[in-house]
């Protein structure tokens, strides 16, 4: 009988690394290409929500399993050099110092997803991952500037969060902020938030825009990803993109995302972008990231689709979260620009604490 039983779960796990393997095989960058351009720029406005789930309505997210994982994690290998290893951002010290010398609006890279960004003196943070860890991966990095640095600099921060992954909402960042903080968030995560020290906190669908009052304005918009939590079950909460309109400039956020028709339908509602924060982070393996995660060359189609003047590459350089080396997304980018001859102008490769004057 143990025999018997043994050898039903061997033949079990045999069949699940079957799957994740024929998964890898037939994914193709064309056929996957295909499949984007196949779906319905009328789906983007359908309902994403059943009675307990969140989802993409243009395109259905692949199911994942653990033997899927594991696929990807033992049997998946990606060569790289020792240069692709090694690469990080620069670190630029004294950003503080550097804030009290300067009158103008600026975005300084904290790292990851994490910007502050100045403008006609209000404050405004992305997704603030201050901490060593994010649950798991550790910083190859330090953060450009501290959170005791930026509470002198404002009571009152504005503070975006994307979606409730553990690199993009930390509740050791968040509960250190001022009490004071206006928090936007996606559907579902407001009452969490508020459990983070944090009163003043608004949830947003996709395609709502709210007024903050002066001429600024925020939107949230669709993304291609997903969402999980311990106490938050798989797409129980809402994962999105944020468009920040001010007098001055207009900023979007793209949090986390795939390559998806999106990006043309945005850069149709909402012309002259002036700064696009595009996620390169996680790409490798293709076959398991696609979806969730675009590439260098999908970024920079994406930031296109936008019509966006500048492109501020987000995401790289601080945790080791997929196959490729947390720095390559920086090589990759300056190499893409090279090889298809763009205009250098219009990327902005800035290293951790450096201030982005406009």
Known sequence: MPSRLFILILSGIIFFFACSAKEKH???????????????????YASNRTEKRFFAPWMAMPDKNFFDVAG?????????????????????????RRIAQTQKDFI????????????????????????????????????GISLEEVNLLTKAPNIIITHNHYDHLDRASMEKLPWESRVFV?????????????????????????????GVKLSCLPAQ?????????????????????????????????????GFREIGKLYPGIDFAFMATTAYHPRWFMHYQHMDVPEAVQAFEDLGAKF??????????????????PGLDLARHIKDNALDPERFKIMDIGQILEF
């Open 26 to 44: 037939s994914f193709t960058e064309e056929g996957w290409r295909a499949a984007v351009e196949a779906t319905q720029a009328a789906d983007l």
């Open 72 to 96: 990807w994690k033992l049997f998946t290998r990606t060569d790289y050099t020792k240069a692709e290893k090694d690469f990080l951002p620069k670190v630029i010290p004294h950003a503080a």
């Open 311 to 328: 492109f501020i590459p987000t995401q790289w350089g601080t945790f080791h979260l997929g196959s490729n080396p947390p720095g390559l």
């Open 108 to 143: 300084l890279w904290v790292g990851h997803n994490t910007f502050l960004i100045r403008i006609d003196g209000e404050y405004w943070i992305t997704d603030p991952m201050f901490s060593p860890r994010a649950m798991v991966p550790e910083r190859r990095t330090p953060p």
């Open 186 to 214: 996606p559907m579902g995560l407001k009452a969490y938030v508020r459990q983070m020290n944090k009163p003043r906190v608004a949830e947003l669908a996709w395609w709502q825009q709210i007024d903050l009052g002066g």
């Open 225 to 261: 990803h997903w969402s999980m939590r311990i106490g938050q079950g798989r797409n129980t909460t809402l994962w999105a993109a944020f468009l920040l309109i001010t007098p001055k400039a207009t900023f979007f956020f793209g949090g986390d995302s795939g390559y998806f028709k």
